[in-house]
């Protein structure tokens, strides 16, 4: 057995890992911010057909993401076993079942746009927007199903690096082409919404190319192939099954909650869309620093158990609990210090000016839930091995907060938009609350996750 960790170790790992996790959301929050200035420059009706249609790639994005960080809980462990083909397998596994997601998604907005974007939005030029761009993006949504699944399953193994530089290129990418399509600069055509569609459209090409020549040209921890896609995984599905879906399940239903949310607030008038717009993108920049923080938790405690170093990661586990609370205190506060300069960011009204302000701070308030909840179920609780108890509550949360509670105040009751984005967001309180109760009981950490392992059932 590996010799423990010393603080001063365990922390350069993490930060090893987390850091580059937190730069590479960092660049693309930080390119989606861009993004949303540049296009609400243009005007509040694109802005928030933008928005809307993002929506719906968020709920899509959840679902590859979900598969993916399913795997990702096996994974940790067979590399903590320095077991190289059963990761090749686990990866070929979440990308076979995401490709056929991103055809179905593919096959819909093409299809059906109006159908799709009646759900999202009331406002007709809102909806005439948002088709125009679906009618570009909607050939393009496989492209994550490769690029996302193939780099997260890389921090398994502690290959982040190429995470950051794949998304960095990515996202300037698109960001120039945006500046260049949406207003016309350099000659092009002025496009505005159908120049963001395209700029995106190469970005995510671009994405994918990169991360095929790194597959196949420079990766060698597991020399992944495409070829695995196809490869027999039938002695994987029992534990992908009980410790791999109920992940997919967290992820997936979060998503899920964020697009009924967006659903239910796409409702309201296009001032208060547009600094919902603005605002989301500031609140997932404030979060990119606890997903790093939390995928460290994971990938090391993941490899400590898949190693058999069980009293290590339950020792550690009080730190990232600690810290991942602390991260979410500093980002409200960082939210707190843009607040009074956040209207300025965008070509707006008053009332959006307004409504930005106050909207940001909620996001103060979500954020320090954030650090609680997202560190415990995404970290602790998962690399345990509790992913059912995770799912559930991950499920009921958004269900009976997100869906009942917020059809009832914002779509039966018509609640001030605001009073119903606090409520819709405190299922991450109510998580939080839960998750700690689970960590302080005790009863989190499991084994039988890999396959022919010597490992109890139990512990």
């Not at 929050?29 to 968020?58: F, P, R, W």
């Not at 050939?139 to 997260?152: E, H, K, Q």
């Not at 190319?209 to 070829?227: A, G, Q």
């Not at 979060?287 to 069980?310: E, H, K, P, Q």
Request: proline share 3%.
């Amino acid at each position: 057995m590996e010799q423990m960790y010393t603080k001063k170790e365990l922390i350069f790992q993490m930060f090893k890992i987390g850091i580059p996790v937190a730069a590479q959301n960092f660049v693309s929050v930080l390119v989606n911010m861009l993004d949303t200035i540049m296009i609400g420059a243009v005007g509040e009706a694109q802005l928030g057909a933008i928005n809307q249609v993002n929506s719906l790639y968020l709920f899509y994005n959840m679902f590859v993401w979900g598969i993916s960080m399913g795997t990702v809980v096996i994974t940790a462990r067979y590399w903590g076993q320095q077991k190289i083909d059963p990761i090749r397998d686990m990866i070929g596994l979440a990308m076979k079942i995401n490709i056929i997601a991103g055809l179905l998604l593919s096959a819909v907005t093409l299809t059906v746009p109006q159908l799709v974007m009646r759900i999202f939005a009331s406002d007709p030029e809102v909806i005439a927007y948002g088709i125009e761009y679906l009618r570009i993006m909607g050939w393009f949504y496989v492209f994550p199903a490769v690029s996302t699944t193939f780099l997260s399953n890389l921090r398994a193994v502690h290959d982040v690096k190429i995470s950051v530089a794949v998304y960095t290129c990515s996202c300037f990418t698109n960001l120039a082409l945006n500046w260049v399509l949406i207003y016309g600069n350099l000659g092009a055509p002025r496009l505005e919404v159908t120049g963001a569609a395209v700029a995106t459209a190469i970005s995510k090409t671009i994405e994918i190319i990169l991360v095929l020549i790194y597959m196949h040209k420079f990766e060698h921890r597991i020399n992944f192939r495409m070829r695995y896609i196809f490869a027999k995984t039938k002695e994987y599905i029992p534990s992908f099954i009980k410790f791999g879906i109920p992940v997919f399940f967290s992820e997936f239903i979060w998503g899920f909650g964020m697009t009924i949310q967006s659903a239910i607030l796409g409702q309201y008038s296009k001032e208060f869309l547009a600094a919902y717009s603005l605002v989301l993108v500031i609140l997932d920049l404030s979060t990119v620093a606890m997903c790093g923080f939390s995928n460290s938790s994971l990938i090391l405690m993941g490899n400590m158990i898949g190693a058999g170093r069980d009293q290590e990661a339950r020792k550690w586990s009080k730190f990232f609990v600690i810290g991942g609370l602390g991260v979410g205190v500093f980002m409200a506060a960082v939210i707190m210090v843009i607040r009074p300069f956040a209207p300025g960011f965008i070509v707006c009204s008053e009332t959006t000016a307004d409504y930005i302000l106050k909207m940001l701070l909620v996001c103060a308030y979500i954020d320090v839930c954030y650090g609680m909840s997202w560190n415990l179920g995404a970290g602790v609780l998962r690399a345990g091995g509790d992913t059912g108890f995770v799912a559930k509550i991950d499920i009921g949360s958004a269900i009976f907060m997100k869906g009942v509670l917020g059809a009832v105040c914002g779509l039966l009751l018509k609640l001030d938009p605001l009073l119903v984005m606090a409520i819709v967001c405190s299922d991450e309180l109510l998580k939080a609350v839960i998750y700690l109760l689970k960590y302080l009981k005790g009863d989190w950490l499991y084994h039988g996750m890999t396959v022919h392992s010597e490992e109890p059932e139990t512990e």
